[in-house]
């Protein structure tokens, strides 16, 4: 059974910084892309950090390139989120989200609708 377990959410002001991690379980790390989508109140899901578990490659919307930055350690089957310079509009439930690497074509790596395995979620609030 696949299970990822989010933590490290929590409430911060503008310009700080978080560390989100996620526990996964159930499945060959190695052969998938792991990493992060957000949903904020009244707005649809979205794509905010993919990595690789195999090449180390990683994908990241305009929104979030240059402040956000997803790392996964194979040895501890762990994904991370990095986030810095937090905005008010960063505010959200964030989701560690998993999928076979082969089950995704190139260029929709950020699509929601390409992953089949969902955390809980973890809420992230950044005041202003």
């Known amino acids: 059974e696949v299970r990822l377990v989010e933590s490290g959410g929590g409430l911060v002001r503008a310009g700080g910084s978080l560390r989100l991690s996620c526990a996964a379980s159930?499945?060959?790390?190695?052969?998938?892309?792991v990493g992060w989508f957000r949903q904020a109140p009244g707005k649809e899901r979205e794509g905010v950090a993919i990595?690789?578990?195999?090449?180390?490659?990683?994908y990241y919307p305009e929104s979030v390139k240059g402040r956000f930055t997803v790392s996964s350690d194979s040895a501890k089957n762990m994904v991370y989120l990095k986030m810095d310079s937090l905005k008010p509009e960063d505010t959200a439930v964030y989701y560690c989200?998993?999928?076979?690497?082969?089950?995704?074509?190139?260029?929709?790596?950020?699509?929601?609708?390409?992953?089949?395995?969902w955390g809980q979620g973890t809420q992230v609030t950044v005041s202003s």
């Open positions: 989200v998993a999928n076979e690497i082969d089950k995704i074509l190139g260029g929709q790596e950020l699509q929601q609708a390409n992953y089949d395995y």
């Open positions: 990595i690789s578990s195999s090449d180390g490659t990683t």
């Open positions: 159930g499945f060959p790390f190695d052969e998938f892309f």
